[in-house]
């Protein structure tokens, strides 16, 4: 479970915060009027997402690779150009 904070609490304890996202894995939620708004993540977990969705982006490519293409003439004639 993440711990929360308000973004008033995370500014006097962010050498904190950070310590505790890099050393310990913690994961920090900041909350400004009692909604979420920001997280302090280990590194490792933004890797994680960001190779999540890297490898999204190149299933949708893959698969837009096999949809068929459209010519640009029949394009402009449908709009009336």
Do not use: C, Q
Not at 9 to 30: H, K, P, Q, T, V
């Amino acid at each position: 479970m993440a711990r929360k904070l308000t973004t008033s609490s995370a500014r006097s304890e962010f050498a904190d915060i950070l310590n505790r996202a890099a050393y310990a894995g913690e994961r920090i939620i900041l909350h400004r009027h009692k909604k979420p708004v920001a997280a302090v993540v280990p590194l490792e977990d933004l890797e994680t997402l960001e190779r999540m969705e890297d490898s999204m982006d190149l299933d949708e490519v893959r698969k837009r690779l096999n949809d068929p293409t459209i010519p640009w003439s029949k394009i402009k004639k449908e709009l009336g150009l």
